[in-house]
């Protein structure tokens, strides 16, 4: 028998009662399942919590262009530019752009 008091209910109370601890493969949606493999069970049920119903979007790279180009801006040498640009998943072309616009509105402002 499952014993859960509503009164005081949240999905980890409801993890553990519905006996759900090393039958994952059974009891998850494969997409918690995989989250469950890739971070564990508190994380996994962290997002649920919080996310659940929700689409999440995860942009092909991790950090803003703007602040790649914020560490790339004092570094003189291109090349070494370039590796700043493709350590943080853009290529230098972006980089450069970033910085070369922001150099134009610099420029504007002080006119």
Known sequence: MINIDFNNINDEIVYEAFHVD???AEALNDSYLELFELIGRDAM??????????KIDCPMRLYRAEFIA????????????????RAGGYSARV???????RRKENETELE
Do not use: M, P, Q, Y
């Open 22 to 24: 090393g039958n994952e």
């Open 95 to 101: 980089i450069e752009g970033v910085l070369s616009k």
């Open 45 to 54: 049920l962290k997002l649920f919590t919080h996310f659940h119903g929700d």
């Open 70 to 85: 914020d560490l790339a801006k004092n570094e003189t040498d291109r090349r070494e530019r370039a590796k700043i640009a």
